[in-house]
């Protein structure tokens, strides 16, 4: 409290006691015990209310230790049990959490992950994935610009996210306490099939099969490939202790269309712990149509290549880039591309136009907008000879295919003429365009339908640097890839509109996340928000039925079948009001990536602890570890001192005081005649 604060404090008490004074003892013509009440309550009342307008605030200086973070992270996940580590990881756990020592020097928290991490006490060691990198990136966000230690009790098998190694901090040391069996057995596995998802039908497509072989013995593998009862390939593979992994390259042919389940085994005479990763199945969808599309172009330019590459993720989907001027005819394609066209592109648009393809016009600096104005007319270009950048602004209202914000509005600018662009029918539009944050009201990706023929407009160019910047943020060029995917697949179909749409795969891996989304229209085809979506799940062979909701989210419906066991499913999606239904299928493969493991990755987490100046420990060592902990003086508590103000009085109370002050004065000057 300040000094002035303590004067206007003695200034209220004696202006207070005057006033009080003069009203019942100056002015008063006789003396009574009542003038002393009433001179009480009056000196109440008017030193409260100084009081109040005063408010003296009191500082209050307390000291807290702060203890160093220890937070102890439990490997969650199945490869704990099929390790038979489940018990050692408790029994470790419990002697950490309940060490005194421990806890007197650090603040420890516990932590369980698998595929996601949070804050835990209890494990069930059920998780389907296992994510260490989740570790580092959680901690980072938990305990920012702090330096602790991390007691993580874990086989170091990760089945999913970025390598561990390289993403803790190096200033934060890292303590694997490693568990299950590090002895070394023989082991055969399948490690990893690469085949693409769709092939031809009467074609042959390749798939590459990785084995890893884990023993001391030199040995012949039987390798084969399978589908039902019929024997696609078998090979003898060789591995000894210098030659422990193997790749094998192999053409299978697509007689059949549809989805087709394939198995890959590997065996030998040779006893193993686990036979469960000998075999590994992966299913291929053979498809009897390909789309052929057109980029047609009369400049070079990296957007082509990087259009070109997008699209080509699909396996159904091929890519020819041609002149305008030497192209021969239109007959083989099924979508145009027309990149920055000219008046060369003249006999392209007549042809298009009489056979009826979609095309995907794309505009940029050099297109000519007066030969472009001649030959659609969904939009008129009043465009200058200035350059200029545009922005894309995302519209969660378009409903023309399901399709989510992947950061357009973080993207870099595309550059086209600077001009107006109106449109003269009716057009869908996707993305709009910025400059400098100032909203054009005008398209930058649109699509329209007229006379049965559909057509999208990108108008700038430097897509490239999309595709390139969704990398950068996501680490993977798909969610690019999709959406351009998505854009030739609007255009490469025909067929009417639908007032349901279900997007699905046809098959999953176990474990994998499994989501299907839906779109419903009304009758004017926009989206429809309040409708109600059920989907129905039937088990092929068991015949079982489960029901769930499908729940709204920005431009669709969506519903999480994590969970299921692996198998044939049919399905149904129905829409409640209108009894609209969508029918199909998909199938989970038999796969349980938490099995594949023999032995903890020793390896790995010694990487790990090397790289953060830490040390590994094995069960055994636990009280070593704890003691390592208790002697690295670097983790000391630190005394903060916490000055905290609070007022003297709380008004509420004050004012209430002052209330009853003020009525008991009155009462009592009333019970005595005094008024």
């Known amino acids: 409290m300040t000094t002035n604060t303590i004067l206007l404090l003695l200034l209220s008490i004696g202006i207070a006691s005057g006033l009080s004074f003069y009203q019942y003892f100056y002015k008063a013509n006789y003396q009574s015990k009542v003038n002393r009440y009433l001179a009480i309550l009056r000196f109440i009342s008017i030193f409260s209310i ?3 307008l005063i408010n003296p605030i009191v500082s209050r200086k307390t000291f807290e230790i702060i203890k160093t973070p220890l937070p102890i992270v439990v490997d969650n ?4 049990i099929d390790l038979k580590a489940n018990v050692s990881s408790l029994t470790l756990y419990k002697t950490l959490v309940s060490n005194a020592a421990l806890q007197e020097k650090f603040d420890m928290q516990s932590y369980k992950f698998d595929s996601e991490f949070e804050s835990a006490t209890q ?4 998780g389907v994935q296992t994510n260490l990198d989740q570790i580092a990136r959680s901690l980072k966000s938990i305990y920012k610009n702090a330096t602790f230690p991390t007691v993580i009790i874990t086989d170091g098998n990760q089945t999913s996210g970025n390598d561990y190694v390289y993403s803790f901090e190096t200033n934060n040391k890292v303590y694997p306490l490693i568990v299950g069996d590090t002895t070394t057995f023989l082991d055969l596995k399948v490690n990893q099939i690469q085949a693409n998802k769709y092939a031809f039908h009467k074609n042959k497509f390749p798939v590459e099969v990785f084995l890893q072989y884990a023993g001391n013995k030199t040995l012949n593998a039987n390798f084969s490939i399978a589908q039902g009862n019929s024997v696609l ?5 060789s591995f000894s202790p210098s030659k422990k992994s193997a790749i094998v390259n192999v053409l299978l042919p697509a007689d059949r269309v549809g ?6 085994s590997i065996s030998s005479r040779e006893s193993e712990k686990n036979k469960y990763n000998n075999t590994k199945s992966f299913a291929v969808e053979v498809i009897d149509q390909k789309t052929n599309i057109a980029i047609i172009t009369n400049i070079n330019h990296p957007d082509i290549g990087a259009l070109k590459r997008a699209i080509e993720t699909n396996a159904q989907r091929k890519v020819t880039i041609v002149n305008p001027k030497e192209i021969k005819s239109l007959a083989d394609y099924n979508v145009l591309i027309l990149y920055q066209p000219t ?7 007549e042809t298009s136009k009489s056979a009826g393809i979609n095309m995907f016009i794309i505009t940029g600096t050099n297109t000519d907008f007066n030969f472009l104005n001649q030959q659609q007319n969904s939009f008129v270009f009043r465009m200058s000879a200035q350059k200029e950048d545009y922005l894309a602004s995302f519209k969660p209202e378009f409903n023309l295919f399901a399709l989510e914000d992947i950061g357009f509005e973080q993207f870099p600018p595309l550059q086209n003429a600077f001009g107006t662009i109106s449109t003269n029918a009716n057009i869908s539009i996707l993305l709009s365009s910025k400059i400098r944050n100032i909203d054009t009201k005008s398209p930058l990706l649109a699509f329209s339908e007229t006379e049965g023929r559909r057509s999208a407009f990108l108008l700038g160019e430097n897509s490239w640097k999309w595709r390139l910047q969704s990398h950068v943020d996501n680490k993977s060029y798909a969610k690019f890839d999709i959406f351009i995917d998505k854009i030739i697949q609007y255009l490469a179909s025909n067929n009417a509109k639908k007032s349901l749409v279900v997007t699905h795969e046809n098959f999953y891996n176990s474990g994998d996340a499994l989501e299907i989304s ?5 009758k004017n085809y926009e989206f429809d928000e309040k409708a109600r979506l059920m989907i129905a799940v039937t088990n092929k062979n068991t015949k079982q039925t489960k029901k769930y909701d499908l729940l709204k989210t920005n431009n669709a419906f969506k519903v999480n079948l994590d969970g299921l066991s692996a198998g044939q499913y049919n399905f149904s999606v129905k829409e409640l009001n209108s009894n609209t239904v969508y029918n199909g299928y998909f199938e989970i493969l038999d796969f349980d990536i938490e099995k594949q493991f023999v032995n903890p990755d020793l390896a790995k987490l010694t990487q790990l602890a090397t790289q953060t100046q830490g040390q590994l420990f094995f069960p055994s060592q636990a009280d070593a570890l704890i003691k390592t902990l208790l002697a690295n003086d670097s983790y000391k508590a630190i005394q903060k001192a916490v000055v905290k103000k609070t007022p003297l009085i709380d008004s509420i109370w004050l004012l209430l005081l002052i209330a009853v002050a003020l009525a008991s004065e009155w009462f009592i000057r009333k019970y005595n005649g005094m008024l």
């Not at 996940?77 to 704990?80: E, M, R, T």
């Not at 839906?518 to 009304?522: E, I, L, M, S, V």
């Open 50 to 52: 100084l009081l109040l």
């Open 259 to 264: 989805l087709q389940l394939f198995k890959v």
């Open 123 to 126: 494990f069930d060691f059920k």
């Open 77 to 80: 996940s199945a490869s704990i």
């Open 233 to 237: 390939n078998t090979q003898t593979i």
């Open 518 to 522: 839906a779109q419903f229209f009304n």
């Open 343 to 349: 008046p060369e592109f003249k006999q392209v648009f």
